[in-house]
C-alpha cells in the first residue's frame, strides 16, 4: 500500500516497476469501498503513452464523462448518461491516467457532508461514524482511505477544501476560470470550480499543467500560469496575512492550536506575520447563501422532466415540471431552489441579492487590500474535525457553518487550499487553508509547498 | 436600509409555484421554518454600508474570451433523443400544451 500513499511521482515509478500490483491494491479498494465513496466503478483510459499512463483517478459525479452516468448524487438525473466530458476531464485522460470511479457527493454539491447524495451518505474514512466533509465526500474518501492518489471534485464554497480537511488530503480549488467549467454540471456558475484532491502539494503542477489553460467553450475560462514549475520559498521574505482575532471564536481548541504552532513557525523562520484589515469576513457565508442560491435556482430550472432525467407524468405540463421535480429533488435542494427563488423574486431582489452582490464586492476589495499587504492568508480551514453522522443534518444552519473559513475564496475568485496539519486527541484529521493572489497559483502553491516540506503529514487511518 | 421592513416575508406556496416543484403539508411546514431561519442568518447583509459600492463585474479580471460566432462541434440528435424520457418522431414528447 505504500506506493499508494506517495505522491503522483511517486505513484507513476511504482507503476513503472509494477503497475499491476498497484492497480490491483487500487481496485480492491474500490470493490471493498469501506467509506461508499464509489457510486459507479469505472476503467476507462483513452492514452497509453501519456506521462500519466496509468495513474488511477476518481471523478465526482457532476464531472462528465461522456457515454458515463453523471447523476450528481440526485435522483432527477439517476441513470442520465454524460453527452460529452468536460473540458478539464478531457485534458487529463490525454496525459494517460485511468478513470476507475465515480464518487459520490451532495445532491448538486448542496451540503457539507455527502449526507444530502439520493444514494446514501459516505463515510470518513479515519472513522467510519463521521462524515467524509462535502460535498466532494466521495473524492475526499477515497483519497484519504488510499484508494487512488488523485481525485477530481468541485468546489463552490468550500465543497474541495473542507472535505480535504475531514479526510486528512490536500484539497485544492484554483483561481476562478483557471479550469474551464464545461461539462462540470452547473451549481452556481460565478462561484464553481473543478478543485483536485491529492496527497501533497507537489503532487498539484503536473495535472493542472494537464488540465488549464482558456477554453473557448467557456467564456469565463482565463489563460492561467504558463510555467506551474514550483519554485522554492524562502519563507524568511514572506508576509502572512491572518484574520482578526474575533473571528476565530468557536474554534475547536486543537485546531486553534495546531494554527498558531504554523504561524509560529513561519515566525521562527524570519516571515511576518501581520493582521490583515478584512472587517467583513465573517459575512461572507451570508453574501454567499443569497447569491449562491439565487444562481442555483436559475442553473436548476432546466431539470424539469423534459428532455432528460426522471419525469413524472400525471398529465398537463405545469404538473410535470411540479411532479418531476417534487420526486427527483431532495430537501436540501428544494431548500435552496426556494430561497433563491425568494431572494430574486420581485420585491425581494433588491433587499437580497443586489445587496449581497454589493457586500461581495466589498469583501473581494478586502482581500485585494489585504494580498497588496501580505503574500498569503492562512486560517483554520474547518472550525471543527469531522462531525458525527446526523448531527447537522436537522440544522441547516449549523451546516452551512462548516463552510465559515472557505466561502471567500470563492466570493473573490482566489486561488485557496487546505493541507493536512495534524489529527486531533480523537485521532481526526485537521486542515490548514492557504488563499493567494488572484491568478498567481504557483506562488501559492510554492509558498504552501515550503509549509508542507517541514511538516509532512504521514498518519494514515486504521484499516482494523 | 433600501429594502421594506418586511423583507423576510415569503409564501411558500407561492415560491414553491414559481419554483415549479409541488410541496407536501408536511415540507411546506418544516421547509417555512428553515427558511425563516437561513433568512435570519443572511440578513447580516443588510447591515453593511455600501455607499459608492457597485455589484461585481467578473470574477477573474485577467482576460475574458469570446469565440466567433461560428458553427462548431454540437450535441448529436440521436443521443439526446435517447436520454429524453419520452421521445417520437425526432421529438421530445411532451403533454399537450394547446387545447
Redesign the interface.
Known sequence: MTALFSDVVGVLSALGQGSSAVMSDTMAGIVKDRCRAVRQRLDIQTSSTGPLAGLPIAVKDNICLEGVPAECGSRILEGHKAQYTSTALARLMRTGVRVVARTNMDEFAMGSSTENSAFGPTLNPWDLSRVPGGSSGGSAALVGDGVVAVALGSDTGGSVRQPAAFCGVVGYKPSYGILSRRGLVAFASSLDQIGLFTRTVSCIPPLMKAMGGIDPLDSTSVPGPKDWSLKDISASTLKVGVLPRKFLEGVQTEILAAYQEALDWFTSKGAKVMEVPMADFDKGLSVYYIVAVAEASSNLSRFDGVRYGLRKSPGALDALYEESRAAGFGPEVKRRILLGTHVLSAGFHDAYYTTARRVQKIIQNQHETSFGLCDVLITPTTASTAFKLGAKTLDPVAMYLSDQFTVNANLAGLPALSVPCGLDKAGLPMGLHFVGRQNDDVRLLSITRAWEAAHPFTARPCHG | ????PH?SH?S?PD??R??????TEA?VAS?SQ??A???A??????Q?P?TG????M??????????KDEPGEC??RA??LE????ANAGY?K????FE
Open positions: 436600509m433600501n429594502s421594506p423583507v415569503f411558500l415560491l414553491a414559481l419554483a415549479r416543484i409541488r410541496l415540507e421547509l428553515e427558511l431561519k437561513i433568512l442568518m443572511v440578513e447580516v447583509v443588510r453593511v455600501l459600492v457597485a455589484e461585481p467578473a470574477m477573474n479580471e485577467a482576460l475574458t474570451i469570446s469565440r450535441l448529436h443521443k439526446v436520454a429524453s424520457p419520452q421530445v411532451v403533454p399537450k400544451v
